[in-house]
């Protein structure tokens, strides 16, 4: 089930003789501009409907990669996302669970960001993997150096 987020509402007179606060409300969430000869219409961020087509792209490739049967979600994902092949297996899997619940919580709750989020910190991540930096072995100091204040 997808979740619809309230949408404030205002008549396409009201943006006509007073746009500003129409535009504010626009700036914190999509608003509906009724009118009385047409269908409404929808006004919001250049952000907004590009994180909503990101959405959709996201959604499309997910999809398409669930259709398959060859192989596992994470190497399906794989051939859509190339930069997770720089994941190891254990963390391909990882990813590609991560990715489809970061889905379903962002078609669920409207927000895309969520999976906009877990996509980025994957890349990263597998990023920075390729670029040779992986965990460090951190050693602590037995006793504590004291330091002079600057």
């Keep these: ?62 999809i398409a990669a669930t259709l398959g049967d060859e192989g596992t979600l994470a190497d399906r994902l794989a051939d859509r996302f190339d930069w997770m092949l720089a994941l190891p297996p254990a963390d391909r899997q990882q990813c590609a669970g991560d990715l489809v619940q970061a889905a379903r919580a962002s078609f669920a709750t409207g927000e ?13 991540t597998a990023r920075a993997l390729a670029a040779g930096l992986g965990p460090v072995d951190v050693t602590w100091l037995e006793i504590p150096i004291q330091v002079e204040r600057p």
């Design 1 to 62: 089930m997808t979740a619809t987020l309230p949408r404030r509402s205002f008549q396409s007179s009201e943006l006509s003789r007073q746009p500003a606060p129409v535009f504010e409300a626009a700036e914190q969430a999509p608003v509906e501009v009724t009118r009385r000869d047409g269908e409404a219409l929808v006004l919001m961020t250049r952000a907004e409907a590009d994180a909503r087509d990101s959405l959709l792209d996201f959604a499309a490739q997910l």
């Design 112 to 124: 895309a960001h969520l999976a906009a989020a877990e996509m980025t910190s994957w890349r990263s």
